[in-house]
């Protein structure tokens, strides 16, 4: 039975905070970094499952922080990590400098094509697509009629075995001079692009308007529908996006009920999902 190192978070100082948990760094060691998920990502298994992506991303020759051990705080889980200094996400150069979102955007975009044409390892990631199938089964808060047409949307996906993110966003690319690193790895997998672009449409789209999401990607409203804008043209090659948008769009409505699969939504959070799938499906499946 492996034991873990027990951390004293009073030797730690916080230093970030996402949607997902809290970092902390300590003098004792300033190459490492400690990252601490909220109560529901702390378990044994959530975290292990975040070890074992992070290494088997490295293994793909994808630019990652080095993923050193696991440890616990109290009662949770959570790793040690290299710690990446003067890093920035691409979000926080958007806050910065705020003239330059939509040459962070146009980044996201080519470092994204560099990710979705790399050939993943099927044998240890899972299929998104599959996920998606799985995902819309558990769906009850969604109507057996939306349930039919989002499952005949997924059947229509082409297979693709190459990687995606999963919560592709520009909070989770981070920047250090010349050097790039992808962050928070645990929903990896292989599939469509478009599942990685419509998470993205989704945050710029749909939950940017809430104060809280622009509070943890440090982004206003109107940089968020700027960065997508500047995506959008750069991906497609086009000044014109709509039907781009209109996919992602119904690829938005895949991501948020792909959140019971991720999270184990409670009943509070269902009703959310709930509330947004309907409104996609109303924009995007009519």
């Known amino acids: ?62 630019s990652v922080p ?50 979705f044409a790399t050939p993943c390892n099927t044998e240890f990631f899972p299929s998104r697509k599959a996920q998606a199938l799985q995902a819309i089964e558990m769906a009850t808060f969604v109507s057996r009629k939306n349930r039919e047409r989002l ?51 989704l945050i710029c789209h749909i939950y940017a308007p809430m104060k809280r999401v622009q509070d943890i990607f440090h982004m206003t409203l109107e940089q968020f529908h700027r960065f997508w804008d500047a995506f959008a043209k750069e991906y497609t090659g086009q000044d014109d996006h709509a039907a781009f948008d209109a996919q992602a769009g119904r690829f938005a409505a895949l991501d948020v009920i792909l959140r019971i699969v991720f999270q184990k939504p409670n009943f509070v959070e269902k009703l959310f999902f709930s509330f947004y799938v309907r409104k996609l499906m109303k924009q995007y499946y009519s």
């Open 1 to 62: 039975m492996n034991t873990y190192k027990t951390i004293d978070l009073n030797d730690y100082t916080q230093i970030g905070e996402g949607g997902n948990g809290k970092t902390y760094v300590t003098s004792a060691d300033s190459d490492e970094i400690l990252k601490v998920n909220n109560a529901r990502l702390s378990t044994l298994e959530a975290v292990k499952h975040e070890y074992d992506v992070s290494k088997a991303v490295a293994s793909l020759e994808i």
């Open 66 to 115: 080095a993923m050193y051990r696991i440890v616990q705080v109290g009662d949770a889980y959570a790793t040690i990590s290299q710690r990446i200094k003067d890093k920035k996400s691409l979000s926080r150069i958007c806050h910065d400098e705020p003239e330059r979102t939509e040459e962070m955007a146009r980044l996201l975009c080519c470092k994204g094509k560099e990710l």
């Open 151 to 201: 499952r005949t949307f997924v059947e229509s996906i082409p297979e693709n075995s190459h990687c995606v993110h999963g919560d592709f966003q520009p909070g989770n690319i981070i920047q250090t001079g010349a050097d790039y690193y992808w962050i928070d790895l645990d929903r990896f997998a292989y599939g469509d692009p478009m599942f990685d672009i419509g998470h993205l449409f």
